[in-house]
């Protein structure tokens, strides 16, 4: 969506759609304007977890259950239940299930199983993303917020799906968040110190995997360290990113820094940040 800042402005029922790496504080932003501005916040990775995932998720957590015999017999006779706490701040269940790929012995998945996760997210996360049209029906008319902010994942930009960039740009106004040198410096050192689970495009994974094997002199997948795979192929993520946001928000929307999100205290300064950007735009 495209539009002067006269119009934004005037635009009583604003939704908008938050484009960039996981930690550039997209959330942080969603849950200020959700409590002082009252707007409907949209997470993206909640409703992966909740509505997409929700399944796949619980049988991985009965699976491994099951190589208990007590509560393998438990589950078996219905004597417990097993049940998902996913809340919009504790997405952990859907970070476990996308796993880390290499050894078993240290909690790594096979290549096979690693795919099979990751094609089941990518596809889980086009849903949720699908979804937001809906939604911005049902903030409205269910839930009574007249403005709209979808919490997008990082991993947006690697969907490659026009169709749903066209939703998206139809119905939302597209905000890339574009890190500066200082924050990009930061979400590295972070990924250094707590590997988290990652979605990568198959092209990109594959490629980066034969890298890696040969870097290590290592002969297969199962041999990886998941830990040390994660860091050394988070800058490689990274920069691989950065044009693939960088189109997206040249081709459909605006784009902020991480420097000057972070600056944000309110709805007004979100306001004027977000009309600023307009204004820079040809």
Sequence with gaps: MKLSVEQYSAWKNKSITLLGMSG????RLANLLRKQGGWFHYSVD?????????????DNIKLQLMQIPLLRDLLRSDSIHINNNITVDNLTPVSTFLGKLGNPGKGGLSLKEFKHRQLLHKDA???????VPDFIFKARAIYGY????????GSLCELEDVQLLDILAEHTLILYVRTTQADEKRLIARAESDPK???????FLDGQLAVYLVQRDLPYA??????????????????????????IADDYGYTVTTEELSKVTDEA??????ESAIAKKP
């Design 24 to 27: 550039v504080g997209k959330t």
């Design 46 to 58: 909640y409703r992966i977890g909740t509505r997409y995932l929700g399944e796949p998720i619980l």
């Design 125 to 131: 996360e086009i849903s949720a993303l699908r979804d």
């Design 146 to 153: 007249d403005k709209f902010l979808n919490d997008a994942g």
């Design 197 to 203: 689970p990652l979605y990568y495009r198959e092209e």
């Design 222 to 247: 199962a041999m990886i360290d998941p830990d040390d795979f994660v860091r050394w192929v988070f800058p490689r993520l990274f920069d691989a990113r950065i044009p693939r946001y960088e189109r």
């Design 269 to 274: 300064s979100f306001h004027r940040l977000v």
